[in-house]
T-cell receptor, first 115, second 111 residues
Framework: GAVVSQHPSRVICKSGTSVKIECRSLDFQATTMFWYRQFPKKSLMLMATSNEGSKATYEQGVEKDKFLINHASLTLSTLTVTSAHPEDSSFYIC???????????FGPGTRLTVL | DAKTTQPPSMDCAEGRAANLPCNHSTISGNEYVYWYRQIHSQGPQYIIHGLKNNETNEMASLIITEDRKSSTLILPHATLRDTAVYYCIVRVGTGGFKTIFGAGTRLFVKA
């Protein structure tokens, strides 16, 4: 089946630094990927839609300059949290669309802790 | 996408069937019903989806009412590993569109 990976699975950083999270579709090509964030005991919140070769589409209220998304290839999308602050600590999850089977598959998530 | 309503939590005894309801009274004719689950600290896992007909796979069964305004996910023999948050989602298309998550149902399977 379709597999989506994320790296790193866990990251701790100091306030003010930037953190990059990678999302890869391992056995299929994905023109569209999605990024979510999830706070403890809350549901997933869609942040943005990442489109290969074009700009990402951000959901209302999500700062595009804060959360930089790059989708440079059909198997890789990256989310960079710039100048991270403690309130950015969260569980970040990506998903990728596999057009060949008409499904959307989720990565295992990345837990970001900003000190 | 249509909004869904699910009970916040449910309990189920191990080995028994778990029946998780979902209301989607404003569903459109071209919208599918999807179910995902999320085990603690993991990404969501696809379970099953359907349009009109009932569906079954190795994980679960999906029963959709004739008017399509509600559905039930059935885990036939729940195990402790089925303890998770289950999300019912209504979405246009067979996977190409963004998935908006509601609050879901937290299922506790008890020994």
């Amino acid at each position: 089946g379709a597999v989506v990976s994320q790296h790193p699975s866990r990251v701790i950083c100091k306030s003010g630094t930037s953190v990059k999270i990678e999302c890869r579709s391992l056995d299929f090509q994905a023109t569209t990927m999605f990024w979510y964030r999830q706070f403890p005991k809350k549901s997933l919140m869609l942040m943005a839609t990442s489109n290969e070769g074009s700009k990402a589409t951000y959901e209302q209220g999500v700062e595009k300059d804060k959360f930089l998304i790059n989708h440079a290839s059909l198997t890789l999308s990256t989310l960079t949290v710039t100048s991270a602050h403690p309130e950015d600590s969260s569980f970040y999850i990506c998903s990728a669309r596999d057009e060949s089977v008409g499904g959307q598959f989720f990565g295992p998530g990345t837990r970001l802790t900003v000190l | 996408d249509a909004k869904t309503t699910q009970p916040p939590s449910m309990d189920c005894a191990e080995g028994r069937a778990a029946n998780l309801p979902c209301n989607h009274s404003t569903i459109s004719g071209n919208e599918y019903v999807y179910w995902y689950r999320q085990i603690h600290s993991q990404g969501p896992q696809y379970i099953i989806h359907g349009l009109k007909n009932n569906e079954t796979n190795e994980m679960a069964s999906l029963i959709i009412t004739e008017d399509r305004k509600s559905s039930t996910l059935i885990l036939p023999h729940a195990t402790l590993r089925d303890t998770a948050v289950y999300y019912c989602i209504v979405r246009v298309g067979t996977g190409g569109f963004k998935t908006i998550f509601g609050a879901g149902t937290r299922l506790f399977v008890k020994a």
